[in-house]
Nanobody, 125 residues
Framework: QVQLVESGGGLVQAGGSLILSCTIS????????VGWYRQASGEQRELVANITHNSVTKYGDSVKGRFTISRDDAKSAVYLQMTSLKPEDTAVYLC???????????????????WGRGTQVTVSS
């Protein structure tokens, strides 16, 4: 079982910056990818950014050029550096992880997905 704990959220003015952290129980190397999603009130959850085990990154269109995702395998942590924040970035930010496990008796690969509880980011205008 993998547990994800987010931290770093808060209230910031438009144009400001925040760094979110996702701490992962166990080794990050077992995970295929770790990422951040966000969900604003009344809205669907959307991908913010993710990073694979070999550090390939992907960003949502609305955050490209403003947010940067990174990982520290020694600390089993993933970070989201957010700059030039806008009021529309206000949401609960959730850490997400994907794991693939090979099951020999079935000769199959099971996919597991894990979620943190989230951290609130509020950007005031």
């Amino acid at each position: 079982q993998v547990q994800l704990v987010e931290s770093g959220g808060g209230l910031v003015q438009a144009g400001g910056s925040l760094i979110l952290s996702c701490t992962i129980s166990g080794s990050i190397s077992r995970l295929n990818a770790v990422g951040w999603y966000r969900q604003a009130s009344g809205e669907q959850r959307e991908l913010v950014a993710n990073i694979t085990h070999n550090s390939v990154t992907k960003y949502g269109d609305s955050v490209k050029g403003r947010f940067t995702i990174s990982r520290d395998d020694a600390k089993s942590a993933v970070y989201l550096q957010m700059t030039s924040l806008k009021p529309e970035d206000t949401a609960v930010y959730l850490c997400n992880a994907e794991e693939f496990v090979y099951v020999p008796r079935r000769e199959a690969v099971d996919r597991y997905e894990y979620w943190g509880r989230g951290t609130q980011v509020t950007v005031s205008s």
